[in-house]
């Protein structure tokens, strides 16, 4: 079974880059859950997302996840991100700074790049979704292409493809090998 978790900001779109990805693996015709966590968040508070994809669902939360996807990297400075990953877990960090525990991808830059930015802030879901997808190998990038249309609003989705074929490939070429999930 795989087990992601989304952590990002209120705003930022956590459930629907879960969503996104539980759509694509549905598409590959793979059982897949996407798992939104909601409570009193507003605006930029920390919000959580769960993907969950296997033989057999459950309906419960991932208590622990084999990838930890961070949508703001400020987050890792203001708690324990570890805390939500399996020994062994893969963290992938929205970052321009790299370190030895996870794997950065400059989602923001990209998201300027491409003109991706809502009320003021850059939108970085689907571009970590693909860095996900492209570092788990859990479902294509062709896959990803062809859900962005059902959640992204029309006017955006040609940047949003470039976005997450960029952010794809990015993750392709840093990326570490990642822990065998069962």
């Known amino acids: 079974m795989f087990e992601a978790v989304f952590l990002g900001r209120?705003?930022?779109g956590a459930v629907t880059a879960v969503q996104l990805l539980a759509?694509?693996?549905a598409l590959e015709g793979k059982k897949a859950q996407a798992l939104p966590e909601f409570g009193a968040e507003r605006r930029g508070a920390i919000v959580r997302a769960y993907l969950r994809v296997g033989d057999v669902?459950?309906?419960?939360?991932?208590?622990?996840?084999d990838y930890v996807v961070v949508l703001d990297g400020r987050i890792v400075e203001q708690i324990d991100v570890r805390q939500y990953g399996k020994p062994g877990a893969v963290y992938i960090v929205n970052s321009k700074t790299p370190a030895d525990w996870y794997i950065a991808i400059d989602a923001t830059s990209i998201a300027l790049k491409h003109g991706l930015i809502v009320a003021g802030w850059p939108v970085v879901n689907l571009i970590m979704a693909a860095a996900l997808a492209a570092v788990s190998g859990l479902v294509s990038l062709d896959s990803i292409v062809k859900?962005?249309?059902e959640y992204v609003p029309k006017r955006f989705v040609e940047s949003n493809i470039k976005a997450v074929v960029e952010g794809y490939e990015v993750a392709k070429r840093i990326l570490r090998p990642a822990p065998s999930v069962d």
């Not at 669902?57 to 996840?65: E, G, P, T």
């Open 23 to 25: 759509y694509a693996a």
């Open 10 to 12: 209120g705003g930022q």
């Open 147 to 149: 859900a962005i249309p």
């Open 57 to 65: 669902l459950l309906h419960s939360s991932v208590k622990k996840a």
